[in-house]
């Protein structure tokens, strides 16, 4: 792969449509090796059985990758710009830098899907102007059309077959519009409405109702870390006031905070924390505890959804 086709932005931000091993091999190791040349870091974040292949192939140069397995560190995709990308990348800038990174994958779930064309989409934007390649391979094979064109909106350049080429429906505007999808919570779900005087009382009620439908006592922790963080940002930045729900879905723990906020940085939360930073850490822990987390915003206010495992 060259880079040939890509636009002035220093940032440069393909996709890569293989089908099967071969393609997938054929692909990623020369851009690897590309960037060794020019002794530029290099880094991949993908399904462990990707990073296998590529070991494989890159034989004694593999030991000059660094290596994260999507799976775990990028389950959520909201964790995946701060502590994967940003974590590499801001601490290599002598040079440029070269991530292969793999956040769709046959078996995302629906509620997880979404959050990762956002994520792909921000990904643009977190890294506009800085001297960075991130190569996002997508099987082809395994996916659907409509995940390869959501692959078509939030790259500015697809790779497919061998060839690279602008993408003619690349609009960050229209997916992030698109993802920005109303949640909707069940009706049964668990409901208290808290103000800066109830901030206590609805965290207890949170616990108590994921102790009930049994989350475990370290997740019960994640969680209460969780409800105090959304909570106090309702109070603080959400008009003072918000509405908490929390419900059992699958093997997950659901806690829904809703205010009448307005989310004005698309980023919120995926910034990465400096280690002497004072306030501004909350939305980033909500992230960093969740499996998953979903945002919703609009004219009438923002919804915080946090999905947590219940073991």
């Not at 449509?17 to 020369?30: I, N, S």
């Not at 992030?176 to 009706?187: D, F, K």
């Amino acid at each position: 792969m060259t880079d040939s086709a890509t636009l002035a932005e220093p940032f440069i931000h393909p996709a890569l449509f293989y089908r099967g091993d071969q393609e997938y091999v054929d692909g990623t190791v020369p851009f690897l090796l590309e960037g060794m040349a020019a002794a530029e870091p290099v880094a991949v974040a993908a399904p462990v059985e990707r990073l296998d292949l590529i070991r494989a192939e890159l034989g004694p140069a593999a030991a000059d990758v660094h290596y994260v397995d999507m799976t775990r560190a990028g389950r959520n995709p909201g964790r995946i710009i701060p502590s994967v990308l940003r974590s590499f990348a801001d601490s290599r800038t002598h040079s440029r830098v070269r991530i292969i990174g793999e956040p769709i994958w046959p078996g995302r779930t629906p509620a997880e899907y979404p959050a990762c064309v956002q994520h792909e989409a921000l990904i643009n934007v977190a890294f506009q102007g800085r001297e960075v390649t991130i190569l996002c391979p997508y099987d082809a094979r395994a996916l659907s059309a409509d995940v390869l064109a959501d692959a078509h909106a939030t790259h500015p350049v697809v790779i497919d077959g061998g060839r690279e080429r602008s993408s003619a429906d690349y609009g960050l505007d229209r997916a992030l519009t698109r993802c920005n999808e109303a949640l909707r919570h069940p009706p049964g779900a668990a409901t208290v409405h808290f103000d800066a005087d109830a901030l206590p009382t609805s965290r207890d009620f949170a616990l108590d109702e994921a102790r009930e439908r049994g989350m475990s006592p370290v997740r019960v922790q994640d969680l209460a870390l969780i409800v105090a963080e959304l909570t106090t940002n309702s109070v603080v930045h959400g008009g003072g006031s918000g509405t908490l729900r929390i419900w059992a879905e699958s093997e997950q723990i659901v806690c829904e905070v809703q205010d009448d906020g307005q989310l004005a940085d698309p980023l919120a939360g995926r910034h990465p924390v400096r280690p002497d930073q004072l306030g501004g850490r909350g939305l980033f822990l909500v992230h960093y505890l969740s499996d998953l987390v979903r945002v919703h915003t609009g004219e009438k206010g923002t919804t915080f959804r946090s999905y947590v495992a219940r073991t």
